[in-house]
């Protein structure tokens, strides 16, 4: 049984979602009249997956996405859903992933493996490979490792900027690409709320994943994702002032490729955006009226 505020919310954007349509298909409507939603999604490997089970309780509450920012995995779940692409062929995608279909194993000085054969993948997702072609707006993350900046690629081609914000320090090979060398976006925007708000979002739903402790690491992989959990719970997460909404599904005890785990992190991400949905209208009642007011 759903919780009564949950109840509450989800009769509330049902009406809401109503009016939405107005605003988009009436005649002489102004479709600027309902504030903007942006979704800014987070980084996580497999535990990237929650993100289709938070879509999925959007989609089902009638809750519209204007536009969305995407680092690592949040970029390339991103892309998928920003190209229109079924949530459920999503989730059967990601139900057959294995390490080896997006990374290959070359190690170097820079770097373990590769990200190359994520070009490949993607395309198993969708045949759009820029940013023009895309439904919905959409803002990659990738961090300049030589600036130490955010950078935000919102046109153009899309296989270079997601193989940038994927490329995990350490772990894969870092890109080259407009005379920058960059690293995954999570290094400098774990949760790009930032980018949501470039793409001119006036609500921001922020989703993060929070990585479960590994204890006795066994591999390289398990040693650098450690040591990057460990840096970012003692730095300033500035993200989470800008955004309106914070959605935190439960996904601690999930391994960085338990990819197997699909439905478990899809079910997560739902629980956790049906939770959030009162927070949600709290947000777009606020904004409605201090819109009103201003």
């Known amino acids: 049984m759903l919780d009564t505020k949950v109840s509450d919310a989800l009769e509330w954007l049902r009406i809401a979602n109503e009016k939405f349509r107005e605003f988009a298909h009436g005649d002489g409507v102004d479709r600027a009249a309902r504030p903007k939603i942006g979704l800014a999604l987070a980084g996580g490997f497999a535990r990237g997956i ?3 089970g938070v879509l999925r309780a959007f989609r089902d509450a009638g809750i519209p996405i204007d536009c969305v920012a995407g680092t690592s995995v949040g970029a390339l779940i991103g892309v998928g859903f ?3 692409v079924p949530l459920e062929k999503m989730q059967d995608v ?3 992933t294995n390490f080896t279909d997006f990374g290959r194993w070359t190690p170097s ?4 493996a590769t990200n190359q054969r994520l070009e490949k993948y993607l395309a198993r997702l969708t045949t759009a490979t820029t940013f023009a072609e895309l439904k919905i707006p959409l803002a990659i993350s990738a961090t300049d490792i030589n ?7 919102l046109n153009g081609a899309i296989t270079t900027p997601l193989r940038a914000s994927c490329a995990y320090p350490g772990l894969f090979v870092p890109i080259q690409y407009e005379g920058r060398t960059l690293v995954d976006g999570f290094l400098t925007s774990p949760v790009p709320v930032e980018g949501a708000l470039i793409l001119g979002a006036d609500i921001v739903i922020a989703v993060y994943l929070e990585a479960g402790g590994v204890e006795n690491p066994r591999t390289a992989v398990d040693v650098i994702s450690r040591s990057f959990n460990i840096i970012q719970k003692h730095t300033d997460i500035s ?3 800008q955004a309106d909404v914070i959605i935190e ?3 601690q005890s999930f391994a960085w490729d338990d990819f197997t785990k699909t439905p478990e992190l899809v079910a997560a991400g739902e629980a956790a955006a049906l939770n959030a949905l009162p927070e949600i209208v709290a947000a777009l009642r606020g904004k409605k009226k201090k819109d009103s007011a201003a």
């Not at 000085?109 to 373990?112: T, V």
């Not at 600036?147 to 690629?153: E, H, P, Q, S």
């Open 239 to 241: 993200w989470r002032q």
């Open 147 to 153: 600036a130490g900046v955010t950078v935000y690629y």
């Open 249 to 251: 599904p439960k996904v």
């Open 94 to 96: 990601g139900q057959t």
């Open 82 to 84: 920003c190209a229109g």
């Open 109 to 112: 000085w820079l770097g373990l």
């Open 50 to 52: 929650a993100h289709i």
